[in-house]
């Protein structure tokens, strides 16, 4: 798939799920003012499109350069009759999916906004690079802002803030070194209400 390529739009037939072979996915819905509301990334080895009905009920794009592994539900449906490992696998899927949103709902409506941003590389950390200190950014400032509910300017003050206080650094525009990780840590999980607040956020 190339870049900005759409494996499927919000509406059409859920004829299919995908596994992700290289690349990162985004998950978005089309608000009713036509702004994009990004509801998920998937990566390396999750699944796209699993738990819809008979139309899929967001859309997804390729962020970058990816290559995908289509299963059409008549194969899915099979596999699940025949294997009851592939459907061990889809059972998994949503059950990480509902885990991940829950998350997100979490550090939206409780999380400072650089506290938002913390979580999101953590995840980030996490997910595109098995945990690791230095990775890419698979999403650029404004597909975060859209992510996390915030402005590109917010988004913005924030990583330089992180930067600021030695917490990451920013080898180039789109790679980030955790440098503190119990601190990103700290901020991750400050409902504002905290001293990390007042200390790390002013």
Same mark, same amino acid.
Request: charged share 25%; net charge neutral; proline share 3%.
């Given at each position: 798939?190339?870049?900005?390529?759409?494996?499927?739009? $919000?509406?059409?037939?859920?004829? &299919?799920?995908?596994?992700?072979?290289?690349? *990162?996915?985004? +998950?978005? !819905?089309?608000? =009713? /003012?036509?702004?994009?509301?990004?509801?998920?990334?998937?990566?390396?080895?999750?699944?796209?499109?699993?738990?819809?009905? $008979?139309?899929?009920?967001?859309? &997804?794009?390729?962020?970058?350069?990816?290559? *995908?592994?289509? +299963?059409? !539900?008549?194969? =899915? /449906?099979?596999?699940?009759?025949?294997?009851?490992?592939?459907?061990?696998?889809?059972?998994?899927?949503?059950?990480?999916?509902?885990?991940?949103?829950?998350?997100?709902?979490?550090?939206?409506?409780?999380?400072?906004?650089?506290?938002?941003?913390?979580?999101?590389?953590?995840?980030?950390?996490?997910?595109?690079?098995?945990?690791?200190?230095?990775?890419?950014?698979?999403?650029?400032?404004?597909?975060?802002?859209?992510?996390?509910?915030?402005?590109?300017?917010?988004?913005?003050?924030?990583?330089?803030?992180?930067?600021?206080?030695?917490?990451?650094?920013?080898?180039?525009?789109?790679?980030?070194?955790?440098?503190?990780?119990?601190?990103?840590?700290?901020?991750?999980?400050?409902?504002?209400?905290?001293?990390?607040?007042?200390?790390?956020?002013?």
């Amino acid at each position: 798939m190339a870049s900005h390529e759409h494996l499927f739009h $919000e509406g059409d037939p859920a004829a &299919a799920i995908f596994e992700i072979a290289s690349g *990162v996915v985004i +998950i978005y !819905r089309t608000g =009713l /003012d036509g702004c994009r509301l990004i509801h998920g990334l998937r990566f390396k080895g999750e699944l796209v499109g699993v738990g819809y009905g $008979e139309t899929y009920g967001v859309s &997804a794009v390729a962020v970058r350069p990816a290559t *995908v592994r289509r +299963i059409s !539900r008549a194969a =899915l /449906d099979r596999a699940i009759d025949d294997d009851p490992g592939a459907a061990r696998r889809v059972l998994e899927a949503l059950t990480s999916e509902l885990m991940r949103i829950s998350d997100r709902l979490m550090v939206i409506g409780s999380r400072t906004a650089i506290g938002r941003v913390a979580a999101c590389l953590l995840d980030l950390s996490a997910r595109s690079a098995g945990g690791g200190e230095t990775f890419i950014l698979p999403i650029c400032r404004s597909e975060m802002a859209d992510y996390l509910g915030l402005t590109i300017e917010t988004v913005s003050r924030a990583m330089t803030r992180l930067k600021t206080l030695g917490i990451i650094t920013l080898p180039r525009s789109d790679t980030v070194t955790i440098k503190d990780r119990p601190a990103l840590q700290t901020l991750a999980h400050d409902d504002g209400d905290g001293a990390a607040r007042g200390r790390l956020c002013a």
